[in-house]
C-alpha cells in the first residue's frame, strides 16, 4: 500500500517539480492510518521517517523503505531510514543520529542548498516553507532583512540573490551557522553586507535594542518547543510568541514586514496580544502542495505589517 502510494505521488509530481528545478518534495505523510511514515525525495535519494510508538517492531521501517526504494529504483546507498519522535525536549527530538557529514547539494529553484540525509532528523532544507521563501525573495530588493532561528540560512540565500542591501541571520547552534555560511558559499552569495550571528535568539533581541538595530523585512520560525542546555531555560512558542514577536517589531522600521510561521500543532495565535493590528494568516498559500493535507497542516504562516 505505501509503495504504490508513493510510486502514484511520484509520478504526480516529478515532471511538473522537474520544470521548476525542484528537486526536494514530500511524497508522503501519515496519508494511511495504520502506517505512521514521512517519505520525502531528495534528487535521487528516499529519506524515510517512521513515527515512533510503542507497538513498533524492529524490523517495520526497514521493510517500509526497502518497498519504497524498489517502487522507485532506488538503490540501498540511497536510502535513508530514521526514526521520528514527538518528544518536546530538543536532546530527544534533535539529537545527531550519525557521523556521516555528508552534504549533497539539491536544487530549489535558482539555488542550492546542502543537505544531510542521514546524520539528524532534519536534513537542513526545510522543503515546506519554499514559497514563503520566494516570497521573501521578491520584496527584499534594497531592503535590511533579518533572519530570526535561521538554521541553515535558506531564506537568508533568497534574501541575498533577491538583492537585499543586508542580511542578519541569528541562530544558537554552531552547526547551522556554519551549514548557512557553505550555503551562501555554495550559491556565490558570501559578501561582507550578509552576516551570520551564533547566539540565542531572545538574547540577540535584548542587546539589539541598544545596538540600534532595525530592519525592513524579517522572518521568525522558531522551534516549537526548545531547552538552552546551560541554563536549562525552556522555550514553548504557544507560550512565548507575544513577547518574542514584540520584541522583533521594536526593531521593525514603520512600513516593515515580518513573517512569522510555528510548526506547533496546537498554536492559538491571539492578535490582541501583538503590538500590530495589520496580520494576515496566509498558511493557504504558503504551503505547497506536496505538503498539503486534509486534517494536519505541516505549518501555519502570518504575513505581519508595522
Same mark, same amino acid.
Given at each position: ?10 509520478? &504526480? ?21 495504520? +502506517?505512521? $511514515? ?25 521493510? %517500509? ?5 524498489? $517502487? ?103 552547526? $547551522? +551557522? ?55 531555560? &525552556? ?16 526593531? %521593525? ?51 505581519? &505589517?508595522?
Amino acid at each position: 500500500m505505501l509503495a504504490n502510494k508513493v510510486k502514484k505521488r511520484y509520478q &504526480h509530481l516529478r515532471k511538473r517539480y522537474a520544470k521548476q528545478n525542484l528537486e526536494v518534495f514530500r511524497l508522503y505523510d501519515w496519508d494511511i492510518p495504520d +502506517i505512521r $511514515a514521512v517519505v520525502d525525495w531528495y534528487g535521487g535519494h528516499l529519506v524515510i521517517g517512521e513515527y515512533s510508538r510503542k507497538q513498533s517492531t524492529a524490523d517495520w521501517l526497514p521493510l %517500509m523503505g526497502t518497498a519504497v526504494a524498489n $517502487a522507485l529504483n532506488v538503490p540501498t546507498e540511497k536510502l535513508h531510514l530514521k526514526i521520528r519522535k514527538s518528544g518536546i525536549k530538543e536532546g530527544t527530538r534533535y539529537k545527531r543520529l550519525n557521523n556521516t557529514n555528508l552534504k549533497i547539494p539539491m536544487w530549489e529553484r535558482e539555488l542550492q542548498f546542502y543537505i544531510n540525509p542521514s546524520d539528524y532528523v532534519d536534513t537542513g532544507l526545510f522543503s515546506d516553507h519554499r514559497n514563503t521563501r520566494a516570497r521573501v525573495g521578491k520584496m527584499v530588493k534594497g531592503k535590511d532583512f533579518l533572519n530570526l532561528y535561521c538554521y541553515t540560512g535558506a531564506f537568508t540565500c533568497y534574501a541575498a540573490r533577491g538583492g537585499a542591501r543586508s542580511t542578519l541571520s541569528v541562530d544558537r547552534s554552531e552547526t $547551522a +551557522i556554519n551549514w548557512a555560511k557553505e550555503n551562501l558559499a555554495l550559491n556565490k552569495l558570501t559578501d561582507p553586507r550578509h552576516t551570520l550571528v551564533q547566539e540565542d535568539t531572545l538574547d540577540f533581541l535584548a542587546k539589539a535594542r541598544w545596538r540600534n538595530l532595525s530592519f525592513d523585512l524579517a522572518v521568525v520560525d522558531p522551534p516549537s518547543y526548545s531547552t538552552t542546555k546551560v541554563t536549562d531555560k &525552556h522555550f514553548d512558542v504557544a507560550r512565548e510568541y507575544p513577547a518574542l514577536l514584540n520584541g522583533v517589531f521594536e526593531l %521593525m522600521r514603520p512600513g516593515g514586514t515580518l513573517f512569522f510561521s510555528t510548526n506547533h500543532q496546537n498554536f492559538d495565535m491571539e492578535p490582541h496580544r501583538l503590538n500590530a493590528t495589520d496580520i494576515t494568516e496566509i498558511t493557504d498559500t504558503s504551503i505547497p502542495e506536496d505538503y498539503l493535507k486534509k486534517k494536519k497542516k505541516i505549518h501555519r504562516c502570518w504575513e505581519i &505589517h508595522l
